[in-house]
C-alpha cells in the first residue's frame, strides 16, 4: 500500500448532494491567487503563520479545570503528524492553507478496533477504539458535499491530477475562516474567500508603486538639449555629441566650457514622487485587513502591542483549529470525559516574564493555582507528576485555627498572649 493510498477512498454508491440552507448545491472551488502577488500580503501572512507555527499541540484531560496532558497515540500524531512533515511544518502547511483559502482539510488515517467496557453505571457497553497513523493536510481544487440515502453527509474531493476520494465528513478535520453565510465552507456564499475589500485597496497599492517606479525612470531621461549653431553632417553630429558626453564625464568642477556654435537647454523638470503619508496609509489599510500592525511586520513591538495582536488576530484561528481536532479526533464519549486537543502558546506569551512571576507570586499562596496551571501559564506543557497538586501558604490560615496548626491541640490561650508560641 502506497503513503497516500489510505487517504483515497470510494464514497458509497447511492448518494446525492446534501441541503444547504439557503438552497444552493455545496460544490465548492477553492482558489487563492489573486491577492498573494503583493509583497505586502505576503509579508502581513507569513508573520501570522510564522507565529502560529510556534505552537505546541497537545492532548490533554480537562479535570475541573486542572488540565492533565495524556500520553499516548494521539499525542504521539501530534507530535509527528505524518512521515513527511515536523510539527511545526504540519502547522505551517495548514495555517497557510487556512488563510489563503479560508478552509483547510485535514484527514486522518487510523485502524479500528471494538472492544467491550462499561458505562458510568457499570453496564456492558461496546466501543470503537482507533488508532491514529497520520496526519495529511490536503489541497484540493473542488470539493463536493454529498450525503447517502442514511443521511449520512460525505465530502468528495477533487485534486489537480484527476484524482478524487469521498470520505466520512466526520473523519475529516476541517478548520473554517471567515465562517459566515455559507453552510458547509468559510469564506464568501461560493465557500471562496472574499476578497472584494482588500482587492481595491491592493489595485491603489499596485497603482501607486507603478506612478513611482514611472517617475523614477523618468528622472533617468532625456534632461536637456544641445544645439550646434552650424550645419553637421551625419557623422560630425555622432562626434560632437560624442565629445560633449566626453567633456561632461571629465568635468570636476561642474562647470562646462562651451564655444558660440553650441547651446545648451536644459529641461526643468518637475517629477512628482508619491508621498511616504500616502504610501504608509495604504499599507496599513492592508495590514488591518489581517489585524496586524506595522509594529508587528518590523518586528519593533512591546508587550502590549504583542497582546493586541494576539488577542485580535492570532487567538480565534488558535480556538478554531484547537476546537476542529477535538470535534474530529475524539469521539462525543470521550470528549465528555474532557479530553481535548490544545494548542499551547510557549512562544507566543504576550505578558513579559517579570509579569508572569508576579502572577504566580500572588496567586500561590492562596492555593489559587494549580502547579500545572502556573507552568503553563509560563508557556511549558503540563507535567503529569503534577497533575492535581496544589500547594498553599502555611502562613494564610483561619485565624480560629491557629493553636490547631501551631501544636496540634484546640486554642486555649487568650488572643496575643505573649506565651503563645510562634511560627511561620
Known amino acids: 500500500m502506497g503513503l497516500f493510498d489510505r487517504i483515497f477512498r470510494k464514497g458509497p454508491k447511492e448518494t446525492k448532494y446534501a441541503k444547504m440552507l439557503s438552497g444552493s448545491i455545496p460544490i465548492f472551488s477553492q482558489f487563492g491567487s489573486n491577492i498573494y502577488a503583493s509583497d505586502v500580503v505576503q509579508q502581513v501572512l507569513k ?220 529641461f526643468n523638470k518637475q517629477v512628482a514622487l508619491v508621498d511616504k503619508d500616502t504610501l504608509e496609509f495604504v499599507d496599513s489599510k492592508i495590514l488591518r485587513f489581517w489585524r496586524v500592525p506595522l509594529c508587528i511586520l518590523s518586528g519593533d513591538y512591546t508587550p502590549q502591542q504583542y497582546e493586541a495582536f494576539y488577542q485580535g488576530c492570532l487567538e480565534a484561528i488558535i480556538i478554531s483549529i484547537s476546537q476542529a481536532f477535538t470535534k474530529k479526533m475524539f469521539t462525543q464519549r470521550q470528549i465528555s470525559f474532557g479530553n481535548k486537543i490544545t494548542l499551547y502558546p510557549k512562544e507566543l506569551i504576550f505578558m513579559t516574564m517579570d509579569q508572569t512571576l508576579r502572577m504566580i507570586e500572588v496567586l500561590s499562596p492562596t492555593g489559587g493555582l494549580y502547579e500545572n496551571e502556573k507552568r503553563t501559564a509560563l508557556g511549558l506543557r503540563p507535567d503529569p507528576e503534577l497533575v492535581g497538586q496544589r500547594y498553599v501558604s502555611l502562613n494564610w490560615i483561619n485565624a480560629n485555627d491557629a493553636s490547631t496548626y501551631q501544636v496540634g491541640k484546640p486554642n486555649t490561650q487568650e488572643e496575643g498572649d505573649p506565651n503563645a508560641e510562634q511560627q511561620t
Open 47 to 266: 508573520c501570522i503563520v510564522d507565529e502560529l507555527k510556534k505552537l505546541q499541540p497537545t492532548h490533554i484531560r480537562d479535570n475541573n479545570g486542572d488540565p492533565e496532558p495524556v500520553k499516548g497515540n494521539i499525542q504521539s500524531i501530534l507530535d509527528n503528524p505524518n512521515p513527511l512533515m515536523t510539527s511545526s511544518e504540519f502547522l505551517e502547511k495548514v495555517c497557510w492553507l487556512l488563510l489563503m483559502n479560508y478552509n483547510v482539510f485535514i484527514v486522518p488515517t487510523y485502524y479500528t478496533w471494538t472492544e467491550w467496557t462499561t458505562d458510568e453505571s457499570g453496564d456492558p457497553i461496546m466501543i470503537e477504539r482507533r488508532r491514529y497513523e497520520a496526519l495529511w493536510p490536503i489541497k484540493p481544487n473542488e470539493v463536493d458535499f454529498i450525503e447517502d440515502v442514511t443521511g449520512a453527509l460525505y465530502v468528495k474531493f477533487y485534486f489537480d491530477d484527476g484524482s478524487t476520494t469521498v470520505l466520512p465528513y466526520s473523519d475529516v478535520i476541517h478548520v473554517k475562516y471567515n465562517y459566515s453565510v455559507n453552510d458547509f465552507m468559510g469564506g464568501n456564499q461560493f465557500g471562496e474567500p472574499d476578497h472584494n475589500a482588500i482587492l481595491k485597496t491592493l489595485e491603489l497599492n499596485h497603482t501607486l508603486l507603478q506612478g513611482v517606479a514611472k517617475a523614477m525612470k523618468a528622472s533617468y531621461a532625456v534632461n536637456g538639449i544641445v544645439k550646434y549653431n552650424t550645419m553637421l553632417d551625419d557623422g560630425k553630429t555622432e562626434q560632437a555629441i560624442k565629445d560633449f558626453e566626453r567633456r561632461l564625464l571629465r568635468s570636476e568642477s561642474g562647470i562646462l566650457p562651451i564655444d558660440l556654435k553650441t547651446d545648451v537647454n536644459m
